[in-house]
């Protein structure tokens, strides 16, 4: 039998870890010849990053984002580590190059004059616009083809934002006629903005391209073809002086072996509608289960097995597994979570077990008990009632523990009760979807799309209770 390790002092590990480093390859810096320019590459390359949805954020005790897994693939590559050091703005991280703070930025930093006068723009090339964002299916006006057609037409921006501005020069160059409606900055997101949008609440808003593009794998339906600026261009920086670090970087993406479509694809376009804030039924497909003989699924031995060792109900573990999976033990998510109970690899690996076991549905299930039961003497302290607590669990073993202190502490600092998750606690985690609250200095492990894990508890305890109704 494997030993397995003690969750709860790896639940501080991996959230003192996600928001400061990552090791990747060997662990000295070496030499490098780049078409006869001899660089030397520093052990471990210190990264400034923004924390947000697409560049860098911890999703289940797991760093993952565009910016920071090609920033892994690129120190891999040349064999050596990075540490990632998480800055609120642009112009904070342009400041730590400045002062040899950090040695790269590896967020996206606009190609304009003033930036390229302090630093050196090399890396990945992109490129993005300012997009109107509609929903074509609810829209009880007629499409918005043009600016043009925006006259008469309300849009909804964050006040004293890049947005508010553009939106006011547009209607100055149209001549007038736009009904801008101003809500308040950093209390509500992009993405607040876009989920409204979808859900008819507001009929159109504008944000910036990529940002919509990533929406699309949760808002599917949304039209943001209608560019309200012009393309802006950005790229990686480090400082004047680093043109070795420079030009690895550049070799390193010009390289024609050097893909990142898949990456590009994994952030953009898969869909991550696992739960999704929309008009939904959460018991529309448990109503095709038969529950024949009082059997729920083809792994009731497994869930019930694993209830004996644990103490837990085995409907509530075969609750997590549903919503989960619905009972695939062969399902890989988009952020690679797997099997039936969607274990984390790295997560797996911190109990002495393969990814790949985890497409056995009796090692996830083991796997998953043990997070369970790790978690619940996590809590036990700060969540006495064990009714309580048991949302509490649920949320952290959907999130990873990380988010879920930070929601504690949000709530304590905000008036809310910490030691009950509806409307408390759960409006807290709600809350680290914002600038103003995932910045916060309380916050210790950043961005947290919060209501992807409210939903995630509120489906598992109606599946529970579903579950017990029935057997």
Request: charged residues 25%; negative net charge; proline residues 4%.
């Amino acid at each position: 039998m494997k030993k397995l390790k003690t969750f709860a002092t790896i639940i501080f590990i991996i959230s003192a870890f996600v928001m400061t480093s990552c090791q990747c390859g060997r662990k000295k810096g070496h030499e490098i010849d780049l078409d006869g320019m001899h660089v030397q590459l520093p052990d471990t390359l210190r990264v400034g990053m923004l924390n947000s949805p697409t560049t860098y954020f911890d999703y289940r005790g797991t760093p993952m984002g565009y910016d920071y897994e090609l920033m892994s693939r690129f120190t891999k590559f040349y064999g050596i580590e990075f540490k990632v050091i998480v800055g609120g703005t642009i112009s904070e991280m342009i400041q730590w190059l400045d002062e040899g703070k950090i040695d790269v930025l590896a967020s996206p930093v606009p190609v304009t004059a003033e930036f390229q006068d302090r630093v050196l723009l090399c890396g990945p090339r992109n490129v993005s616009n300012q997009v109107l964002v509609q929903n074509i299916d609810l829209s009880k006006d007629s499409v918005v083809k043009d600016v043009t057609d925006l006259v008469g037409r309300e849009v909804s921006v964050q006040n004293d934002s890049k947005y508010y501005y553009r939106i006011i020069n547009l209607d100055e160059e149209i001549g007038g006629g736009i009904k801008i409606k101003t809500v308040a900055k950093d209390t509500i997101s992009d993405d607040d903005l876009l989920n409204m949008v979808w859900k008819g609440e507001i009929p159109l808003t504008i944000v910036d391209s990529d940002v919509a593009e990533a929406a699309l794998s949760y808002y599917p339906g949304l039209d943001i073809s209608v560019k309200v600026s012009l393309d802006q261009y950005s790229r990686w920086a480090v400082a004047s002086e680093s043109q070795g670090i420079a030009k690895a970087l550049d070799k390193w993406f010009a390289d024609e072996k050097n893909d990142e479509r898949d990456l590009f694809k994994k952030y953009y376009h898969l869909s991550k509608l696992e739960f999704f804030d929309g008009p939904h039924d959460d018991l529309e497909d448990l109503r095709l289960l038969t529950f024949t003989d009082g059997r729920i699924s083809n792994y009731d031995n497994v869930f019930k097995a694993a209830a004996k060792k644990s103490g837990l109900d085995w409907r509530l573990i075969a609750a997590i597994a549903y919503v989960e999976s619905h009972f695939d033990a062969d399902v890989r998510s988009w952020a690679g979570a797997m099997g039936i109970m969607q274990v984390m690899p790295r997560t797996a690996e911190s109990y002495d077990y393969t990814p790949e076991e985890m497409l056995n549905p009796s090692k996830c299930v083991d796997v998953a008990i043990n997070i369970l039961s790790d978690l619940n003497n996590l809590f036990e302290k700060k969540v006495p009632d064990p009714i309580e607590r048991e949302n509490f669990i649920l949320a952290s073993y959907n999130s990873g523990p990380g988010h879920i202190l930070d929601a504690i502490a949000l709530a304590n600092k905000y008036g809310l009760n910490s030691q009950k998750w509806d409307d408390n606690v759960e409006v807290a985690a709600i809350m680290k979807s914002k600038p103003a609250y995932y910045r916060d200095p309380v916050v210790k492990n950043g961005y947290f799309r919060g209501k992807e894990t409210v939903n995630f508890v509120r489906k598992v305890q109606s599946t529970y209770s579903y579950f017990k109704d029935r057997t």
